[in-house]
């Protein structure tokens, strides 16, 4: 499974970002998927995670409310619309895929996402 993401970038405190995660190889595998991040000098963090089906979502408190978390199944890949952003929200985040095999789960490469004040 290979796992690119997209949609970072720089913008202010209160703008909007949409960040994509595309899913290639053996799809069939992938049961849930999520969003981390990590900000420099920190541990990566859960933002949201999402079910094969899309029916059941969870999110981090700090993000509740802001992002939401989608998929579209058809296109393999999923999204989270991050709105109000804040500049705690600025980190490298990460696309997460989880199947019952080893390795268990993949990771993509990250994309950066800055908030300024």
């Known amino acids: 499974v290979q796992l690119v993401e997209s949609g970072g970038g720089l913008v202010q405190a209160g703008d909007s970002l949409r960040l994509s995660c595309a899913a290639s190889?053996?799809?069939?595998?992938?049961?849930?998927m999520g969003w981390y991040r990590q900000a420099p000098g920190k541990q990566r963090d859960l933002v949201a995670t999402?079910?094969?089906?899309?029916?059941?979502?969870n999110y981090a408190d700090s993000v509740k409310g802001r992002f939401t978390i989608s998929r579209d199944n058809a296109k393999f890949t999923i999204y989270l619309q991050m709105n109000s952003l804040k500049p705690e929200d600025t980190a490298v985040y990460y696309c997460?895929?989880?199947?019952?095999?080893?390795?268990?789960?993949?990771w993509g490469q990250g994309t950066q996402v800055t908030v300024s004040s």
């Open positions: 190889g053996s799809t069939f595998d992938i049961n849930d």
């Open positions: 999402i079910s094969s089906g899309g029916g059941t979502t």
């Open positions: 997460n895929a989880v199947v019952h095999r080893f390795p268990y789960d993949y």
